[in-house]
């Protein structure tokens, strides 16, 4: 049912988005900067309620703005929430946190990694997105974690993929061939990112069983 209000959610947007068509062209088309406020707050908004399209968002405002200007908003965006989620699960709704996350068996085997190599689980957890950010938010709260392993992890791992999607919609209507290049070289860093999480993560709990 949940997944059905999903894309019921992505069909009403796209027929918004295609019956204001001209007016959407024009808007993206003048950099307003009285517009920034406003996006700011839309950023947080949107990535705060997990089955809006903020990667959709976030490449908009690379469009509209520019890939750096892009990427503070949505790095803004996405930071302010995750802080919102932390607090909420450790102060607040712990007990209902808890048993969402039970649904998320293979989140069990990070516990070890996250309470003893808090700072690098997290760094590795946002730059590679293995598990929903919001269900990441939630166990990092949950967890025995360090609030500034958490927030300065988080702030430093969601760079390079808020800047991404901000470049890719900037350099999509200036570029293809920038965009695609774009797209590959960080293809290539997650590969690489990827394999470096493995490899430590292997040894990490190669450690934890000894």
């Known amino acids: 049912m949940r997944r059905w209000w999903i894309v019921l959610a992505y069909v009403i947007l796209l ?4 019956t204001n068509k001209d007016y959407l062209l024009e808007w993206l088309r003048t950099s307003d900067p009285s517009w920034l406020p406003a996006m700011f707050l839309l950023s947080v908004l949107i990535a705060s309620i997990p089955f809006l399209p903020f990667t959709l968002f976030a490449g908009i405002m690379g469009v509209k703005f520019g890939a750096m200007v892009g990427l503070l908003i949505n790095w803004f965006g996405i930071l302010l929430t995750s802080l919102i989620y932390f607090f909420l699960s450790r102060y607040y709704f712990r007990n209902y946190f808890t048993a969402y996350l039970g649904k998320y068996k293979a989140i069990n085997k990070f516990q070890y990694l996250f309470e003893n190599n808090a700072f690098m689980a997290i760094l590795f957890g946002r730059m590679i997105v293995i598990i929903p950010p919001q269900v990441f938010n939630i166990y990092c709260g949950i967890a025995d974690i360090p609030f500034r392993h958490f927030f300065i992890a988080t702030a430093i791992g969601m760079l390079p993929p808020m800047f991404m999607l901000a470049y890719s919609g900037e350099q999509l ?10 797209v590959i070289w960080y293809l290539l860093f997650l590969l690489c990112l990827f394999l470096c999480y493995k490899l430590w993560f292997h040894n990490k709990l190669d450690q934890s069983k000894r």
Do not use: A, D, K, R
């Not at 027929?15 to 295609?18: P, T, Y």
């Not at 209507?173 to 774009?182: A, M, T």
């Open 15 to 18: 027929i918004v988005g295609m």
């Open 173 to 182: 209507f200036l570029s293809l061939h920038n965009f695609l290049l774009g």
